[in-house]
């Protein structure tokens, strides 16, 4: 089982559209998370850390389930621009820091 | 923002000569940095974690006598593709570690990333 695991897409979805990715992980000790967001041929940009209570950014709401070991990405009226690869970064230190990557989910707002 | 700066953006060079990629954290002091490659369609993979003032951390399956990695200052790392080959063409990207607020421990800044080609 890969340490962290993102559904590839793509997510196909019209603009205004809602759309939500999660992410699982499967070391409980994982300390932070964290969604970026990376266009094609470009590096990843932070789009939002993810926070035990849950947080929002405009039309961009992360939330961790520490339970279920997974976080997920809720994105609201989708905007054309929102055309991305969505990567979900956990980091974790057990003996040593270490940050994983998602293979990340693509995403596809057409008009 | 953090601002962390990676030259070259992209670079091609013959086979068998040396590369190397610097990347600069501009306006905060990285006391670590990462160096991942992605190729394409694929995440980016770790390659290794560079500690100033002391060795990088390596990877599993990375060849630290081909990725020769230097973190001499707060602010500057750099990656060093020794004898490249045309396998190691990929799209290499540093990250700085940079403290956030709001209780989340670190964030990853990425430089812009260099894309080398070798032929």
């Known amino acids: 089982r890969k340490e962290v695991e993102q559904d590839p897409g793509p997510f196909n979805v019209p603009e205004g559209a809602t759309v939500a990715f999660n992410c699982t992980y499967s070391?409980?000790?994982?300390?932070?998370f964290f969604w970026y967001r990376q266009d094609c041929r470009k590096e990843p940009k932070l789009l939002m850390s993810v926070y035990s209570s849950g947080n929002e950014d405009g039309r961009f709401t992360a939330q961790l389930n520490r339970a279920s070991q997974y976080i997920s990405l809720l994105i609201r009226d989708s905007k054309l621009s929102d055309s991305a690869t969505y990567l979900c970064?956990?980091?974790?230190?057990?003996?040593?820091?270490?940050?994983?990557f998602g293979a990340g989910t693509r995403l596809f707002v057409k008009a | 923002g953090a601002v962390v700066s990676q030259h070259p953006s992209w670079v091609i060079c013959k086979s068998g000569t040396s590369v190397k990629i610097e990347c600069r954290s501009l306006?905060?002091?990285?006391?670590?940095m990462f160096w991942y490659r992605q190729f394409p369609k694929q995440s980016l993979m770790l390659m290794a974690t560079?500690?100033?003032?002391?060795?990088?951390?390596?990877e599993q399956g990375v060849e630290k006598d081909k990725f020769l990695i230097n973190h001499a200052s707060l602010t500057l790392s750099t990656l060093t593709v020794t004898s490249a080959h045309p396998e190691d063409s990929s799209f290499y990207i540093c990250s700085a570690r940079e403290e956030l607020g709001q209780g989340a421990n670190y964030g990853y800044t990425f430089g812009s990333g260099t894309r080398l080609t070798v032929v």
């Open positions: 560079s500690n100033e003032g002391s060795k990088a951390t390596y």
């Open positions: 070391n409980s000790a994982s300390q932070s």
């Open positions: 970064v956990v980091t974790l230190n057990t003996g040593g820091f270490k940050t994983i």
């Open positions: 306006d905060f002091q990285a006391t670590t």
